[in-house]
């Protein structure tokens, strides 16, 4: 059974910074996909960004490409999600998932194994 937790949500001005972490159990971390999700108050789950394996097929929505960077360390079983330039619009819980049975990055929330229990993002105007 795989477990993620993650970290590093908070409060932060509009145009400030953030960098969760997503720390993961198990010892074939470096074989999963890990993607991040997001959802606000009254709106669907959605895709914000996803890496491969290998960290090399990475993937980001229109709508934080240019401000969010993903990466992985798969020595400590993390992934992490930098994101700059924040927006109000940003605002929403943050999920980290894995696709333990797929090995490609996928748009699909459903198409993910495992996921944390969620961080906050509170971005002020």
């Known amino acids: 059974q795989v477990q993620l937790v993650e970290s590093g949500g908070g409060l932060v001005q509009a145009g400030g910074s953030l960098r969760l972490s997503c720390a993961a159990s198990g010892r074939t971390f470096s074989t999963y996909t890990m993607g991040w999700f997001r959802q606000a108050p009254g709106k669907e789950r959605e895709f914000v960004s996803g890496i491969a394996w290998s960290g090399r097929n990475i993937y980001y929505s229109d709508s934080v490409k240019g401000r969010f960077t993903i990466s992985r360390d798969n020595a400590k079983n993390t992934v992490y999600l930098q994101m700059n330039s924040l927006k109000p619009e940003d605002a929403a819980v943050y999920y980290c998932?894995?696709?333990?049975?797929?090995?490609?990055?996928?748009?699909?929330?459903?198409?993910?194994?495992?996921w944390g229990q969620g961080t906050q993002v509170t971005v002020s105007s």
């Open positions: 998932a894995a696709r333990i049975l797929g090995a490609t990055v996928t748009l699909k929330w459903d198409e993910y194994d495992a």
